[in-house]
C-alpha cells in the first residue's frame, strides 16, 4: 500500500513538472490585462509620466568653477597684476607666484579665500584678490535636432527650458520654417510629441508640445548643465527596434510592417532574448501607449502579430519585469540614449566631437555658440 502511494506520488510530480515546462513562459506579469495580446487582438494602453515637481523649483546653490571657465584675477593693491586665467583641465588656476590653486567645484567666494590664503606664503601682509568670472565653458545645455542654431549654450546662473529654447531660436515647428514652392520644408520641421530630454542617462517627462503649442508652464521645468534637449525631426518613417537584438537600429517603415518583420529589420534577437514579453511603445513620449506582444507565439503562428505605424518603438527585453511601467522606462530610456549614442559614434568617426562625455545627433549642425557672460564678483 505505502509503495503504491509513493508510486502516485512520484507521478503526479513528474506530471506537474512536464505540464509546468509545456508552459514556460511570462510568470512574473502584474500587467493591466488590456496591454497583453491576445490570440487576435493587440490594444493599447496610455501610461502619463509626471514631472517632478522639485524640477519647477529654483535651484538655490552658487555657480562652480570648472575647467575651460575664464576668470580675471588682480591683487586689489597692485592694479599692475590683472590677469585673464582659464581654469585648466585639472581644475588649477595658475596666478603669480603660486604653483596653482585647485579651483574645481569651488565657489568663487571659496576660490577668492583660498588664493588669499597662499599668496600670504609669498607676499607680506594680508593679500587681497579680486576675481571675476568673464566666460563659462564648464557649465553647458546642449539643444540639438529641428531648432533655428542648434548648439553647446554656457549656463552661468538659472535656466528654464524656454528660456533655453529661445536661446537657440526656437523649435523650427513655429519659427523660422523655409518656403520652397509655397510650402514649408518638411526636413526643418520638429516633432514635438516625440522631443525630448535627457538628464544623467534618464529621460525627463516633458510635454514639448503642451509647452510650446498650449502654454503649458508646468512643463517648463529649470535645467541643470549637461542637460541634453533633442527636437526630433517630423515625418520621420522609422520604427526603432531595441534591446535584445543582433543589431539595435532604427528600422525604415513600410506599410504594413508588423512586430516580427521590425525584429527581422534589426536582423533578429539574441540568444538570451526574452520573447513572451516585447514591448510596443507609440505617441507622445509624455503620454505613451504601450503594449506587450508575445514574440515567442508569433513566430509560431499561434499569436496576433501587431501592426506597427511611424516612430512606434519596439523593445525586446533582456529578462521579464513584473510590472509594466518597468518596461516603459527602460525602453525610453534605451530609445533616448541611442539617438544620442549612436549619432555620437558617427560624429566622432568624423572628428566632429565637441567637448567630452556627451554625443552629439547626427545632422544637427552643432556649433559652440560663446556669448558673453556679465562680470560676476
Known amino acids: ?134 566666460q563659462v565653458a564648464s557649465k553647458r545645455v546642449w539643444i540639438l535636432g529641428r531648432v533655428q542654431v542648434p548648439g553647446i549654450y554656457p549656463m552661468q546662473s538659472r535656466m528654464r527650458l524656454l528660456e533655453a529654447i529661445a536661446m537657440a531660436g526656437g523649435s523650427a515647428t513655429f519659427t523660422g520654417t523655409k518656403d520652397v514652392s509655397g510650402g514649408p520644408l518638411g526636413e526643418d520641421l520638429s516633432d514635438l510629441k516625440h522631443s525630448f530630454i535627457v538628464r544623467d542617462g534618464k529621460l525627463l517627462p516633458v510635454d514639448f508640445d503642451a509647452l510650446l503649442n498650449k502654454g503649458d508652464l508646468s512643463q517648463n521645468i529649470y535645467l541643470q548643465p549637461d542637460d541634453f534637449i533633442y527636437f526630433a525631426p517630423a515625418f520621420s518613417r522609422e520604427v526603432y527596434v531595441l534591446g535584445a537584438v543582433v543589431q539595435p537600429k532604427p528600422v525604415p517603415y513600410a506599410d504594413g510592417m508588423t512586430v516580427a518583420a521590425a525584429v527581422a529589420g534589426a536582423f533578429g534577437t539574441v540568444r538570451d532574448a526574452y520573447l513572451y514579453h516585447v514591448v510596443v511603445i507609440r505617441g507622445s513620449l509624455s503620454k505613451p501607449q504601450i503594449a506587450v506582444v508575445d514574440l515567442k507565439k508569433i513566430m509560431h503562428g499561434a499569436a496576433h502579430d501587431m501592426t506597427l505605424q511611424p516612430n512606434d518603438i519596439v523593445y525586446v527585453p533582456f529578462s521579464p519585469y513584473r510590472y509594466l511601467r518597468k518596461y516603459l522606462d527602460i525602453a525610453l530610456n534605451t530609445f533616448v540614449s541611442s539617438v544620442a549614442l549612436n549619432a555620437g559614434a558617427h560624429l566622432s568617426a568624423q572628428g566632429n566631437t565637441v567637448g567630452t562625455g556627451v554625443f552629439i545627433p547626427v545632422g544637427s549642425g552643432v556649433q559652440v555658440i560663446p556669448p558673453p557672460a556679465p562680470p560676476i564678483q
Do not use: H
Open 1 to 134: 500500500m505505502k509503495k503504491l502511494f509513493f508510486l502516485n506520488l512520484i507521478g503526479a510530480a513528474l506530471l506537474f513538472l512536464f505540464t509546468g515546462c509545456r508552459n514556460a513562459g511570462p510568470k512574473y506579469t502584474e500587467f493591466p490585462p488590456a496591454a497583453v495580446s491576445s490570440a487576435n487582438t493587440t490594444q493599447m494602453v496610455t501610461l502619463t509620466n509626471q514631472i517632478n515637481p522639485a524640477w519647477l523649483t529654483a535651484p538655490t546653490n552658487l555657480f562652480t568653477l570648472g575647467p575651460g571657465d575664464k576668470v580675471e584675477i588682480q591683487l586689489i593693491d597692485d592694479p599692475s597684476s590683472k590677469e585673464l586665467t582659464v581654469v585648466g583641465p585639472d581644475g588649477k588656476i595658475y596666478f603669480n607666484l603660486l604653483p596653482g590653486i585647485d579651483v574645481w567645484g569651488k565657489t568663487l567666494a571659496q576660490a577668492k579665500a583660498e588664493m588669499e590664503r597662499e599668496l600670504t606664503k609669498y607676499i607680506r601682509g594680508t593679500p587681497r584678490v579680486n576675481i571675476t568670472l568673464r
